[in-house]
Every structure is written in structure tokens, then in C-alpha cells.
């Protein structure tokens, strides 16, 4: 069975520091990862994911996340915070192989950046 | 269309009755999945359809739950007899071949 875990329920940072979110994974065969972002009152939009080739993978606003075999994680960091990246962001993982495809998500992380 | 649409964007309802969800997907996305996303549960998986079929129904709930997809297009929830635990925002997600999802806005429910 797929589970996620995210360390963290709600997240503090300056505006200008390190971001640091953290997401565990347990899977029997490593699956494909996944880190979405959602702002208020709005979908969930896609930062980056892993699906099988290099194991530090780069997103869209600055973020990257870095694929972790032995430690099962896939930890997703922003060098430097922007006021615009508070949000809440889901790690998910999907199952490798499946065509079905569906996602189990982790019970979100709020991110707030403090100016 | 440029992106997944959901209607209607915020419903509320009395214990009891009905409610029908839609879901327009994004033109070409044979694959479509819709999701809850509630304060207790964080974001569980609903059901999947793959054109006009469910191959994976498994998170449906209860049977109060019910999905339809016609035209391998829009896809529309039903849930009957609607109880306060059902209060959630109902996100639906489409999806073209392997590749990534992309979800709608959601519908928030109140049920009251």
C-alpha cells in the first residue's frame, strides 16, 4: 500500500530563507513522487515530480525536491522564500506501473512567510 | 478548454438531499479522477475513470456516492441524501495519456 507522510503541519519562515518541507514515502517498489502547491480557494497546481530519471528534479518557482531510495524521502526545498509561496503544499505519490494512476496525498503542509 | 472547469464553484444544501457535482475536464484527457478534500480526512481519492468506464471505484464512500462519465467528457457526482460529513470541497483532476494531473477549482458542499 501507498501512505505519505508529511513532517509538519504548518511551516514558518522569513521572507528570504531556506524553505525546507519534508515528505516520506512507503511504498514497496519506489513509486512515482509528486509535490503540488494549492493557494486559497483554488486547485492544486503541479511543482515538479519524479517520475524516473535524475533524482534531483527542479520545478516551477524555484523549487527543486530530491529523491531519497534509502531514506524513502523527497524533501522540497526553495533556497530562498518569496511572500508569494505562502500556501500549502501536498506531497503525493502514485503507484509505478499503474495505468490507474490515482494519487495518495499526505495531509498537507502550510507554508507562511513572514516578511 | 484551457484548464479542468467545476460547477458549481460553491454549493450549499440541507441534510437529505441531493446534489449533483460536475466536472468538465480539459478537451483530449481520456483520464479523469475526482478527489475530497476535507479539515479531517486531508485529500482522498474518490474514483477514476478511464473514457467512459470506472476501473477503480474503490474510494467511493458509501453508496450514496455515485459518478457518471458520458462522451469520455464531463463527469458529473452524485451524492443522495446528503449527510454533514459529506461537507468537503470535491476536487476533480483530468489526465491525458501518463501524464500529470491537472485539477479543477473545486466545489466546496455545505451541508447544513
Known amino acids: 500500500a501507498q501512505s505519505v507522510t508529511q513532517l509538519g503541519s504548518h511551516v514558518s519562515v522569513s521572507e528570504g530563507a531556506l524553505v525546507l518541507l519534508r515528505c516520506n514515502y512507503s511504498?514497496?517498489?519506489?513509486?512515482?513522487l509528486f509535490w503540488y502547491v494549492q493557494y486559497p480557494n483554488q486547485g492544486l497546481q503541479l511543482l515538479l515530480k519524479?517520475?524516473?530519471?535524475?533524482?534531483l528534479v527542479k520545478g516551477i518557482n524555484g523549487f527543486e525536491a530530491e529523491f531519497k531510495k534509502s531514506e524513502t524521502s523527497f524533501h522540497l526545498t526553495k533556497p530562498s522564500a518569496h511572500m508569494s509561496d505562502a500556501a500549502e503544499y501536498f506531497c503525493a505519490v502514485s503507484k509505478r506501473g499503474s495505468t490507474l494512476g490515482r494519487l495518495y496525498f499526505g495531509r498537507g503542509t502550510q507554508l507562511t512567510v513572514w516578511p | 478548454g484551457a484548464g479542468v472547469s467545476q460547477s458549481p464553484s460553491n454549493k450549499v444544501t440541507e441534510k437529505g438531499k441531493d446534489v449533483e457535482l460536475r466536472c468538465d475536464p480539459i478537451s483530449g484527457h481520456t483520464a479523469l479522477y475526482w478527489y475530497r478534500q476535507s479539515l479531517g480526512q486531508g485529500l482522498e481519492f474518490l474514483i477514476y475513470?478511464?473514457?467512459?468506464?470506472?476501473?477503480?471505484k474503490s474510494g467511493l464512500p458509501s453508496d450514496r456516492f455515485s459518478a457518471e462519465r458520458t462522451g469520455g467528457s464531463v463527469s458529473t457526482l452524485t451524492i443522495q441524501r446528503t449527510q454533514q460529513e459529506d461537507s468537503a470541497v470535491y476536487l476533480c483532476a483530468s489526465r491525458r495519456g501518463e501524464g500529470e494531473q491537472f485539477f479543477g477549482p473545486g466545489t466546496r458542499l455545505t451541508v447544513l
Open positions: 475513470f478511464q473514457g467512459n468506464s470506472a476501473p477503480d
Open positions: 511504498s514497496s517498489v519506489p513509486p512515482y
Open positions: 519524479y517520475t524516473s530519471a535524475a533524482t
